[in-house]
């Protein structure tokens, strides 16, 4: 968490951003923490992936989608893409430094640094992630002799939006990724990270590969914990009177975002829920 973070306001609702559906993971614990907190949940369908665009075009997308929640009037920002966590944090707290903005990869990475035994932390995610480096960077802040490896596992992303959270395919997609690396490390890794929205849905398969030895942690479950934290430090604040409930933006394809997205909150989601806004 970062060391600027505030106490939640009690009134004002938690905006919580996306590229697209997958943060609803993050969402979805977000409410099993919080279940009498407002939510507005805003996924830039338009966009999305971020995994693979470049970073100056990230945080242009996460300030533009910062702004919007903002003037809807969010107290608190969670970042629940990992992709933009992990490359706009700066200038989004620089830009709306009124607000307490909370993205996955501290609180990830604490976890990962809490859990490991032998300093060895693995972590997968999108390219972004990866190349952005913030994993690494929040690992060893916390225990600088730590061993960090890193890989994109950009299919990941496209299996769990298909549905495709087991099978045949998704154990061939897993073990092409993990196998030669995790082979080719002389310390095996005993924690790993799953750096992705996406990627807690396809935790079964995952953890099947990575074999007993190697724990995963899940920074959409670790994320929630923090922001309950900062809430729970908020509870003396008087309370503006909002009420608990969800609303969801998306910048393209209501009727998608309903359908995909119900798999990764876990409930079903009517198209007609679905606002769609410009950024
Ligand atoms: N939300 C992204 C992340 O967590 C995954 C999807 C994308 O690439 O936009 O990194």
């Given at each position: 968490l970062n060391a600027r973070a505030r106490p939640l306001s009690a009134g004002a609702p938690i905006g919580v951003f996306d590229s697209g559906m997958g943060g609803l993971t993050v969402l979805a614990e977000l409410r099993r923490e919080l279940p009498q907190r407002r939510?507005?949940?805003?996924?830039?369908?338009?966009?999305?992936?971020?995994?693979?665009?470049?970073?100056?075009?990230?945080?242009?997308?996460?300030?533009?989608?910062?702004?919007?929640?903002?003037?809807?009037?969010v107290g608190t920002l969670v970042v629940a893409c990992n992709t933009a966590s992990s490359v706009a944090l700066p200038a989004l707290r620089e830009r709306f430094d009124a607000i307490n903005i909370i993205g996955v990869i501290e609180p990830g990475a604490a976890a990962a640094c809490a859990q490991t035994r032998n300093h060895h932390v693995a972590v997968i995610g999108t390219e972004g992630t990866v190349r952005g480096g913030a994993y690494d960077r929040a690992i060893h802040a916390i225990l600088p002799d730590a061993q960090?490896?890193?890989?994109?596992?950009?299919?990941?992303?496209?299996?769990?939006?298909?549905?495709?959270?087991?099978?045949?395919?998704?154990?061939?997609?897993?073990?092409?990724?993990?196998?030669?690396?995790?082979?080719?490390?002389p310390v095996h890794p005993d924690v790993l990270v799953l750096g992705c929205t996406h990627f807690p849905v396809l935790a079964h398969a995952i953890a099947a590969v990575a074999g007993p030895g190697i724990r995963l942690v899940d920074s959409a479950r670790t994320t929630a914990t923090a922001v309950r934290t900062l809430a729970a430090q908020a509870a003396t604040l008087p309370d503006a009177g909002s009420q608990a409930g969800l609303e969801f933006l998306a910048t393209d394809g209501v009727e998608r975002f309903a359908r995909i997205g119900s798999r990764f909150l876990g409930e079903a989601i009517a198209d007609g829920e679905v606002e769609l806004v410009e950024l």
């Amino acid at each position: 968490l970062n060391a600027r973070a505030r106490p939640l306001s009690a009134g004002a609702p938690i905006g919580v951003f996306d590229s697209g559906m997958g943060g609803l993971t993050v969402l979805a614990e977000l409410r099993r923490e919080l279940p009498q907190r407002r939510f507005i949940y805003l996924g830039d369908t338009a966009r999305l992936p971020y995994g693979t665009k470049s970073a100056s075009t990230i945080v242009r997308y996460a300030l533009q989608a910062a702004e919007l929640l903002v003037e809807r009037g969010v107290g608190t920002l969670v970042v629940a893409c990992n992709t933009a966590s992990s490359v706009a944090l700066p200038a989004l707290r620089e830009r709306f430094d009124a607000i307490n903005i909370i993205g996955v990869i501290e609180p990830g990475a604490a976890a990962a640094c809490a859990q490991t035994r032998n300093h060895h932390v693995a972590v997968i995610g999108t390219e972004g992630t990866v190349r952005g480096g913030a994993y690494d960077r929040a690992i060893h802040a916390i225990l600088p002799d730590a061993q960090v490896s890193s890989l994109a596992c950009q299919l990941f992303v496209a299996l769990a939006e298909e549905g495709w959270v087991d099978g045949a395919v998704v154990e061939a997609a897993v073990h092409r990724y993990l196998d030669t690396w995790l082979a080719a490390m002389p310390v095996h890794p005993d924690v790993l990270v799953l750096g992705c929205t996406h990627f807690p849905v396809l935790a079964h398969a995952i953890a099947a590969v990575a074999g007993p030895g190697i724990r995963l942690v899940d920074s959409a479950r670790t994320t929630a914990t923090a922001v309950r934290t900062l809430a729970a430090q908020a509870a003396t604040l008087p309370d503006a009177g909002s009420q608990a409930g969800l609303e969801f933006l998306a910048t393209d394809g209501v009727e998608r975002f309903a359908r995909i997205g119900s798999r990764f909150l876990g409930e079903a989601i009517a198209d007609g829920e679905v606002e769609l806004v410009e950024l």
